[in-house]
């Protein structure tokens, strides 16, 4: 047994892998990763001896996974025109702070779904600053005139100017061709998934949400790059029905809002295994940084929106945890999210955990290494003093996050768990 294994006790156990709360549990710790989990009766003999630390009856949850973030946007305090303003060395230690509040209030993975680069993920892994453990899509992807085309009538590219990380390839494609090498582009930069817009969207000057955005062909064509570069997930941005359908029937891995989903694409989601990304928390603030046609917008679809989300939990569609952050809320509210899907979906706390957990790791395509606390995963550990089952609201509320571990390393420790010498420092 290595020396500096831990074992945590008096504590709660939910896992994510969606089974029942071990009561009386420990969790050992071996550097970056869980080396077992389960009822303390049962620890391994190798570990008795090792260092404990009593945790005070607090529950542990695995680190949670935020499917959508931007981390490049500011959320409701200004908009991204707001952001040409700045420089973008000020823009990115803007973001710095994003991220290391995300982390602070319990989400240890994120997905950041336009506008990061693979430095930052690179920064983020070799601890150079505080964040979860980023994937990155790098850009997202619209025909001109489509969702991700922020040109204003002045001709000035607002996400070129106010999004974009210099040197990142172009978010503008109008062919297959172009697609083809836009995604192989993204993925010579780094991504990890790709993002596609194949409906309209609220923010977007040009479109509606019901509007076809990126055509089948130009979908499936990413989605077939996607593959052969590695597998790589794509996501969709998909709000109307047009769109929803394009992308379903294309392959892709996850629809991203998909407010107008009917039963039909319900009933073809769960036969493909397709995920739903609801960015409920988005739709609880009407957009009013953007103006008013963007108002206007938000105001219909987030209805939509939250009538629509229930009917999918319903029909068995594969849900994972993706908030939106950075478009209409500010970053570090992220695990609102759980009570929302409970409160407008319908699903149990436990189904949410999952959804933020163990799902979200699949949709991601890094359930090898996070998203439970079974042994071998990455030692991703959020330690609350409320029971998620019962007050799974509490959750997004930051003082009940009394600490969170990533790696096996303490990122923040608001309650004082660990003393000073259990376990690492998260450092930057």
Not at 180 to 191: K, N, P, Q, S
Not at 252 to 279: C, N, W
Not at 398 to 406: L, Q, R, Y
Request: negative net charge; contains cysteine.
């Amino acid at each position: 047994m290595p020396s500096e294994a831990v074992v945590l006790h008096n504590a709660r156990l939910i896992d994510g892998t969606g089974g029942q709360p071990v009561a009386d549990a420990g969790v050992v710790v071996d550097g970056p990763a869980v080396a077992w989990a389960g009822e303390l009766a049962a620890l391994p003999e190798s570990y008795a001896s090792a260092r404990r630390v009593d945790v005070g009856g607090r529950t542990i949850c695995p680190g949670f996974i935020d499917t959508h973030v931007h981390f490049a946007l500011p959320g409701k305090s200004r908009s991204i025109l707001a952001n040409l303003s700045y420089s973008p060395s000020y823009r990115v230690l803007d973001t710095l702070e994003r991220l290391r509040i995300t982390l602070h209030n319990g989400v240890t993975t994120a997905r950041d779904l336009m506008g990061l680069d693979a430095g930052f993920r690179q920064a983020v892994a070799e601890r150079k600053i505080a964040g979860p453990r980023l994937l990155v899509s790098i850009a997202m992807l619209s025909q001109h005139a489509g969702h991700a085309d922020f040109t204003v009538a002045g001709g000035i590219d607002a996400y070129a100017m106010g999004v974009a990380q210099p040197g990142a390839p172009s978010n503008l494609v109008d062919s297959v061709d172009q697609m083809r090498l836009r995604v192989r582009e993204l993925i010579a930069a780094g991504a990890d998934c790709i993002k596609l817009a194949s409906s309209g969207g609220i923010t977007s000057p040009h479109d509606q949400p019901d509007w076809l955005g990126l055509r089948p062909d130009m979908i499936a064509a990413a989605v077939q790059e996607a593959q052969a570069y590695g597998g790589r997930p794509v996501a969709v941005h998909a709000i109307g029905r047009p769109g929803i359908e394009a992308a379903v029937h294309a392959g892709v891995a996850s629809i991203e809002h998909g407010y107008a989903l009917d039963d039909q694409l319900r009933k073809e989601m769960v036969h493909r295994g397709q995920f739903l990304v609801p960015t409920l928390l988005e739709t609880t603030a009407d957009v009013e940084s953007a103006g008013p046609a963007a108002r206007a917008k938000s105001i219909h679809w987030h209805k939509v929106a939250q009538e629509s989300f229930a009917r999918s939990v319903e029909a068995g569609v594969a849900v994972a945890m993706g908030t939106d952050s950075g478009l209409t809320m500010d970053h570090g509210n992220n695990l609102k999210e759980l009570g929302l899907m409970v409160r407008i979906g319908g699903m149990s706390p436990m189904d949410a955990i999952v959804a933020a957990t163990s799902n979200a790791a699949r949709l991601c395509g890094v359930d090898d290494r996070v998203g439970t606390v079974t042994a071998g995963k990455a030692a991703d550990l959020v330690l609350t003093d409320v029971d998620p089952l019962a007050d799974i609201d509490a959750l997004g509320d930051p003082s009940h996050i009394h600490a969170v571990v990533k790696d096996g390393r303490v990122a923040i420790d608001r309650a004082q768990v660990f003393a000073a010498d259990a376990l690492p420092a998260l450092t930057a």
